[in-house]
């Protein structure tokens, strides 16, 4: 079957550590994203990723790092930088014509101690 | 002005009732428009896109009305299972290319027996 896989479910880090989250999808999208969704907001675009080796930032990219050396795959780093790393994050993935819908994994819940 | 603006609600209606959720955007480049429906803690999952001539899909339909620049999402004959958080999704353009999506931040709905 098609879709996104992001691993872990839940994680759990310690403050100041660098976590790594991964993503990866086998639709055959060239665009990639990552958002971010606190407890009754909305969601907010950290990282996207058009094409293989390239990579833009988003509305809240601070503290954050991402790579994007196959298509189908596009990890997150949570940088220690980052100063309130504890929410939800969303992988996102879709085509570069068309309507470019989104398709979403299902989620990482980063908790940091 | 916010880009896309929704009442949060939440709305809370009987099994049966008909139920509507209207959504304003702010570009009026916008060329592809979307609601994803976000059940509690998952993640976002496309229920449909808008066209112009507005569009339905069993008992949910979609309006655009690119004049006043609002989207509107009728739901009729409410189930316990459409309880969830309906999200608008517009796609910003810049300057000619194609940009993100840019999501709402929900609107809340609760389907009681």
């Keep these: 079957d098609g879709g996104i896989t992001q691993s872990p479910k839940y994680l759990f880090r310690k403050e100041g550590q660098n976590v790594t989250l991964s993503c990866e999808q086998n639709l055959n999208h060239d665009a990639m994203y990552w958002y971010r969704q606190d407890p009754g907001q909305g969601l907010r675009l950290i990282y996207y990723s058009q094409i293989v080796n390239d990579f833009q930032k988003g509305d809240i990219a601070e503290g954050y790092s991402v790579s994007r050396e196959k298509k189908e795959s596009f990890p997150l780093t949570v940088t220690s930088a980052q100063k309130n790393p504890t929410a939800f994050y969303l992988c996102a993935s879709s085509t570069t014509s068309g309507r470019m819908e989104q398709f979403f994994g299902p989620g990482t819940r980063l908790t940091v101690l | ?113």
């Design chain 2, 1 to 113: 002005r916010k880009e896309v603006e929704q009442d949060p609600g939440p709305f809370n209606v009987p099994e049966g009732a008909t139920v509507a959720f209207n959504c304003t955007y702010s570009n009026s480049a916008s060329q592809s428009f979307f609601w994803y429906r976000q059940d509690c803690r998952k993640e976002p999952k496309l229920l449909m896109s808008v066209y112009s001539s507005g569009n339905e899909d069993g008992r949910f339909t979609a309006q655009l009305n690119r004049a006043s620049q609002y989207i509107s999402l009728l739901i009729r004959d409410s189930k316990l299972s459409d309880s969830a958080t309906y999200l608008c999704v517009v796609n910003i353009y810049y300057g000619g290319s194609q940009g993100n999506l840019i999501f709402g931040k929900g609107t809340k709905l609760s389907v009681k027996p």
